[in-house]
C-alpha cells in the first residue's frame, strides 16, 4: 500500500484507457493509456539521470502535454516537482537552484546553455536537460525507447510531492513543502464539492507553474478520470469559443474581465457550460454581476494559498455571494483571531487561520521560518485579514502582508524595491498596489533620486526589465523627492496610494 498521490489518480482512471486527458487546441490528443506509458517512460529517464525517490527536479518550461506528463512522472519516481514561472529571470533562478539542489533541472530550449550556467554557478550538479522534441539529450529522447510500465515509488503520505516557492514580504524566497497527502485530500474534498461527473470537460487555460493551474484544476480532471481542453495561455477570443465543448472553466479574476469586455461572451457560448469558477485575487462585486448579467451564470469564487491548495469556496448548489469566498471546505478549520492570537467571534475582523489535512509541511530549510507561522495549537496564520458573517460566508477584507496581487500574480513589493534601490542614483523606493482595470491590481514603483542623479522614471523600468520576472516590473514608476513616514520612521504606503490614485487613474483612461 501506498499514498503515492500517482496511484490515487490511477485508481480513478477510466477503465477505458483510449478516453481522452488532454486535448491541445489545433495538437494532439493525449489519452489516459499514453498518460500511464509515457509517464513511465519519463520516470525511468528520470531515474537514469540520477534522481532517487525525494530527490527535487526543477522544471521551468512552456505549457504542454509533455509538461503533464512530466509531472506525473516526477510522482511515480517519488521525486519532488519543483515548479518554476518561465518568467523568472537569471538572478531568481539561481536562488531557486542553490536552494532547493534538485538532481535534475528541465528547461525550455532557448535556454538550455543559461540553465546549465545557473546551476554551475549554483553549486549544483544536476542533470539539466530540455522538454523539447528534437536534440540530443531532451527528456522526451531519452525517453524514447524505455519501458512503458514503472512500478511507482512508494510514498508516505507525508513525503514530499513538491516545492512551491514564493517571495515573502522579507528576506529570501520560501519553498513550500507540500506532501502527498497534502495535495491528495485536497483534490478529493474539490472534486467532490465541486460536483465533478464524468462527461465533465475542463476548460483550462491558466499557467501550470502555480496551484491554481497546476494543482486545483488538473488533479481534479484527473480524479475525475475526465478530459480538459488544454490551451498554452489564456486568449479570451480562443476560449470563448471553446467553451461551447467544455463544462467547467476556472480562471482569475483577470479572465472574467478579459471575457467581458467581448461581445461574443452571450448566454449561447456558455450553453454547454455547467460551473465558473474564480480565485487566486479577490473578484470585484461588479465582475460577478456583469458575468451574471450577460451569461446567466453565477460564478462560484473559492480561496487559497500555496501553503495548503483551497481553504474556502462558496457552495455550488445554494446561494454564491458576490464579495465573499464562501465557506471553509468541508475538513479545513478556518477561524479569525486578532492581535494577540484571541479567536474572535463571527463579524470581527482579524488575521484568517487554517488548519486541515491540507496544510503544508513547512519551508524547506526554514525551520525558524515554518514555526513563525504555525500557532501552538497548529493554524497555519496566512497573513490575510478576512472576516466571517452570521450565515459563516467568509470574506476577505485586506492583506496583514505587504503582497500585490496583479493578474493573479504574487508580487511581494520588497523585492521589486530591493532590485530598484540597488540601482545608481537610487536612494530609496517604495512600491505600491494600485487598482488597474485589467490585472485587479498593478505596481507603480516611487523612487527618491541621489542629488543630481540623471535617474528617470522611464529608466528605472528599463533597468528592471530582463532582471525581475515581466510580470513583477511596475507598470509606472515616479521619482520624487522624499518618501512620506510616520513617527516610527516607517514609509507610509497608505498616502502614497492616495496621492497617486488620480494620477494613476487619469494615466490607465
Ligand atoms: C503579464 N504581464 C503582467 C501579468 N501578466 N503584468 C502584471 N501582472 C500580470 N499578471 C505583463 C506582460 O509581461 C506584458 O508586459 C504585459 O503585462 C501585457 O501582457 P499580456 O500579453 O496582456 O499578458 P498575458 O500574457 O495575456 O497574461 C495575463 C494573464 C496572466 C493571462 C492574466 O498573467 C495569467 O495567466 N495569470 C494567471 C496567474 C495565475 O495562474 N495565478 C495563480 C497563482 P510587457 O509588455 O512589459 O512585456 S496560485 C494562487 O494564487 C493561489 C493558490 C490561488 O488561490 O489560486
Ligand atoms: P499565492 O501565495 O500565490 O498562493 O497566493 C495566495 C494569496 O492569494 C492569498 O493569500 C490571498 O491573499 C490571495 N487570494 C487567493 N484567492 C483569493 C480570493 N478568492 N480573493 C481574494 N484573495 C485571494
Redesign the pocket.
Known amino acids: 500500500m501506498t499514498d503515492n498521490l500517482f496511484e490515487l489518480f490511477r485508481s480513478r482512471f477510466p477503465a477505458d484507457r483510449s478516453r481522452t486527458f488532454i486535448e491541445v487546441p489545433g495538437g494532439r490528443a493525449v489519452s489516459y493509456g499514453d498518460l500511464e506509458a509515457m509517464s513511465a517512460r519519463y520516470a525511468h529517464a528520470l531515474a537514469a539521470a540520477g534522481v532517487r525517490p525525494g530527490d527535487r527536479v526543477a522544471v521551468q518550461v512552456d505549457k504542454s502535454a509533455e509538461a503533464v506528463v512530466l509531472y506525473l512522472a516526477c510522482l511515480r519516481a517519488g521525486a519532488v516537482l519543483l515548479p518554476l514561472n518561465t518568467?523568472y529571470q537569471a538572478g531568481e533562478l539561481e536562488y531557486f537552484l542553490s536552494d532547493a539542489s534538485p538532481a535534475a533541472v528541465v528547461c525550455q530550449p532557448h535556454r538550455l546553455a543559461e540553465l546549465e550556467g545557473l546551476a554551475v554557478a549554483a553549486g549544483i550538479t544536476a542533470c539539466v536537460m530540455t522538454l523539447g522534441a528534437t536534440g540530443d539529450g531532451t527528456l522526451p529522447e531519452r525517453a524514447g525507447g524505455l519501458a512503458e510500465t514503472f512500478t511507482t515509488a512508494p510514498r508516505g503520505g507525508d513525503d514530499m510531492a513538491a516545492i512551491l516557492y514564493s517571495s515573502g514580504t522579507t528576506g529570501r524566497p520560501k519553498g513550500a513543502m507540500m506532501s502527498h497527502a497534502n495535495l491528495g485530500s485536497n483534490a478529493l474534498t474539490l472534486h467532490a464539492l465541486w460536483g465533478f461527473a464524468p462527461d465533465d470537460v475542463l476548460l483550462h487555460?491558466?499557467?501550470i507553474?502555480?496551484?491554481?493551474?497546476l494543482?486545483?484544476a488538473i488533479n481534479c480532471v484527473l480524479l475525475n478520470g475526465s478530459a480538459m481542453i488544454f490551451c498554452p495561455?489564456?486568449?479570451a477570443e480562443q476560449a470563448i469559443g471553446l467553451l461551447k465543448r467544455a463544462t467547467v472553466f476556472m480562471?482569475?479574476p483577470?479572465?472574467y474581465t478579459?471575457f467581458l469586455t467581448s461581445p461574443n461572451l452571450t448566454p449561447e457560448a456558455c450553453s454547454h457550460m455547467r460551473l465558473f469558477i474564480s480565485?487566486?485575487?479577490p473578484l470585484l462585486e461588479e465582475t460577478f454581476n456583469a458575468f451574471r448579467e450577460k451569461t446567466g451564470f453565477t460564478i462560484l469564487e473559492?480561496?487559497?494559498?500555496?501553503e495548503g491548495?483551497?481553504f474556502t469556496s462558496n457552495p455550488l448548489v445554494g446561494d454564491r455571494r458576490a464579495g465573499t469566498v464562501g465557506f471553509p471546505l468541508p475538513d479545513v478549520q478556518l477561524r479569525i483571531t486578532g492581535e494577540e492570537g484571541q479567536v474572535l467571534p463571527r463579524g470581527e475582523v482579524g488575521i484568517i487561520e487554517v488548519k486541515g489535512p491540507n496544510i503544508f509541511k513547512g519551508y524547506w530549510n526554514m525551520p525558524e521560518k515554518t514555526k513563525a507561522e504555525f500557532t501552538g495549537d497548529g493554524f497555519f496564520k496566512s497573513g490575510d485579514v478576512g472576516v466571517i458573517d452570521e450565515r459563516g460566508y467568509v470574506s476577505i477584507v485586506g492583506r496583514a502582508k505587504d503582497l500585490i496581487?496583479?493578474?493573479?500574480?504574487?508580487?511581494y513589493p520588497k523585492e521589486v524595491e530591493d532590485f530598484i534601490d540597488r540601482l545608481a542614483g537610487v536612494v530609496e523606493s517604495a512600491v505600491i498596489g494600485m487598482p488597474?482595470p485589467?490585472?485587479g491590481e498593478?505596481?507603480l514603483a516611487v523612487v527618491v533620486a541621489e542629488k543630481g542623479a540623471a535617474l528617470t522614471a522611464e529608466g528605472v523600468i528599463d533597468a528592471l526589465?530582463g532582471r525581475l520576472?515581466?510580470?513583477?516590473?511596475p507598470?509606472q514608476a515616479v521619482v520624487v523627492a522624499e518618501l512620506p513616514r510616520n513617527a516610527m520612521g516607517k514609509v507610509q504606503k497608505n498616502v502614497l496610494r492616495d496621492s497617486y490614485a488620480e494620477m494613476w487613474k487619469a494615466s490607465l483612461q
Open positions: 518568467a487555460c491558466l499557467p507553474f502555480h496551484t491554481h493551474g494543482f486545483v495561455k489564456f486568449d480562471g482569475v483577470t479572465f478579459r480565485g487566486s485575487a473559492r480561496y487559497g494559498m500555496t491548495g483551497m496581487i496583479s493578474g493573479g500574480y504574487n508580487v488597474h485589467d490585472f498593478a505596481g526589465k520576472a515581466n510580470y513583477k516590473v507598470k
